[in-house]
């Protein structure tokens, strides 16, 4: 049975994540066009810093609502209720932070450092305020079990994205240079705007998937309920803190490298280390398009009674795949480099660190699982604040001394940390037989391979990029020919054979 239900679980994060990888990978293609158009990594250190804001707000414009709609909506008789109660919650929320935002934009710029620029303010707004409100709409048709309908609106957020900065980065100044008095590309594009059009973009993003999904819940009847909001918020409110504290761990780097780098350009430390994490997002793709199937599926395998059974297996499938992921990326960083621009690979030593990191964050993740069903949610809160304690202390001990090398190692241990305090404390209220063994080989043997490929390369001198790839590829093979051996039974069960 829990093999079954792994695979059920499988066969929905290829659809989840098929999307999410595709949405993901066309947004990454950004990275090289970002990093090429803009080569000083002061003008990528601005749209780092705020969309490290714009995570912070999103976690508090949906308060931990999320997995509350997926908690109450386990009731048949409620499920009606819990989803437009939450729409109606959110709605108002996000509607009144944009306009708060609106009315103090010009004091919030001068707070961020950009006088000048108080439209940042205004477009960022509008999107944290339509992604709070559009997320709940996703959330109902993950509960709905409709992937197709999410995958569809999820790719055409992206490609209106995508497309919107082809077109403002690439085509308009192509445009003006082949026609400098062109009225048309003259009418709609100014190069003054700079990166303002990456923001542009996903404004029009954001709203375009807003319109896809809005006319969803005008087929509701839609009914507030004032003593079931009350009841789905004090079970969310701990989420909310964990989720701030989890996206201090997740973003205020950026924030903090502004402040506290003692670089000449703390704001092109910024852009530097903002352009490299996004090569360990691609570990993130995967955790993330992982996220989306498993939260409802935990929920409801919770009632069957191998749910601990299949909990253990897929903990250590997810661990497998991301220690393939991570040898993947760093064997073949030869390659990888050359999704950001020149000027941004000096900071190429912190994506080890960081896919690491994001392998214990995603580990985490799974963990969590322990204190959402029990409705202990105030421990998610607590191990969240005790990582926030972690990052906000040794950033600020490591930055002015290392620089983004600080913030990527506090990454790596704010992370390890929580993942460590969740296990410990998850094995005393809800009791996981979890395969250590098999996980914990995963993970230093990965590390290992990754040491081989370097001791390999410098012991034999090798500098040509080519015969390194080879070299790598060769140790690959290898590296995945151990983890089929050792795993080959579970593949044939996984096949149906």
């Not at 497998?320 to 190429?348: A, N």
Request: hydrophobic fraction near 55%; proline fraction near 3%.
């Amino acid at each position: 049975m829990a093999d079954n239900e792994v695979k059920k679980l499988a066969g929905q994060t290829v659809i989840y994540g098929g999307s999410t990888v595709l949405a993901r990978l066309l947004n990454y293609l950004l990275v090289p066009i970002h990093t090429y158009v803009f080569p000083n990594a002061a003008d990528y250190g601005v749209v780092g810093e705020l969309y490290a804001w714009t995570s912070l707000f999103i976690v508090i414009l949906t308060y931990g609502m999320e997995t509350a709609f997926f908690k109450f909506s386990q009731d048949d008789n409620l499920k009606d209720r819990v989803y437009t109660t939450v729409v109606g919650s959110l709605f108002v929320t996000s509607t009144l932070f944009i306009v708060l935002c609106s009315v103090f934009v010009q004091p919030i710029a001068d707070w961020l450092r950009y006088p000048d620029h108080p439209e940042y303010v205004r477009w960022f707004a509008i999107i944290i305020g339509v992604d709070a409100l559009t997320s709940i709409f996703f959330a109902h048709l993950r509960f709905l079990n409709r992937p197709i309908r999410f995958a569809a609106v999820k790719i055409t957020n992206i490609l209106v994205n995508v497309l919107l900065n082809l077109f403002f980065l690439l085509l308009c100044p192509w445009l003006l240079q082949k026609n400098p008095d062109s009225a048309f590309v003259n009418a709609i594009y100014n190069p003054e705007i700079g990166v303002g059009y990456i923001f542009i973009a996903n404004l029009v993003a954001s709203v375009v998937t807003l319109l896809m999904l809005f006319p969803g819940i005008l087929r509701q009847k839609f009914v507030f309920d004032w003593s079931l909001w009350k009841k789905m918020f004090r079970y969310a409110f701990p989420l909310l803190i964990f989720g701030l504290a989890g996206i201090v761990n997740e973003t205020m780097d950026r924030v903090l490298l502004k402040r506290l780098s003692l670089a000449d350009d703390p704001q092109a430390s910024v852009g530097i280390y903002s352009a490299c994490y996004k090569i360990s997002i691609l570990m993130t793709i995967f955790i993330q398009a992982f996220k989306y199937a498993a939260e409802p599926f935990f929920f409801r395998k919770a009632k069957d009674r191998d749910a601990k059974e299949t909990y253990a297996q897929v903990m250590t499938y997810f661990v497998l795949v991301c220690s393939v992921i991570f040898v993947g990326i760093m064997l073949y960083i030869d390659l990888v480099q050359y999704f950001v621009g020149p000027g941004y690979r000096e900071g190429l030593p912190i994506v080890p660190i960081l896919l690491m990191a994001n392998l214990f964050l995603g580990i985490f993740y799974n963990l969590s699982i322990w204190y959402k069903l029990t409705g202990q949610t105030k421990f998610g809160a607590y191990i969240a604040i005790f990582g926030a304690a972690i990052t906000l202390g040794l950033n600020w001990l490591l930055i002015p001394r290392i620089d983004y090398m600080g913030a990527a190692w506090t990454t790596f241990v704010c992370y390890l940390s929580m993942m460590v305090v969740s296990y410990l404390l998850g094995q005393k209220y809800y009791h996981v037989n979890y395969d250590l063994k098999h996980i914990l080989f995963y993970l230093f043997f990965a590390v290992a391979v990754y040491g081989l490929s370097i001791g390999v390369n410098q012991l034999f001198g090798i500098e040509k990029v080519w015969v390194r790839l080879v070299v790598n590829t060769v140790i690959l093979a290898g590296y995945l020919g151990v983890l089929a051996k050792m795993n080959w039974g579970e593949i044939k069960k996984m096949m149906g054979r």
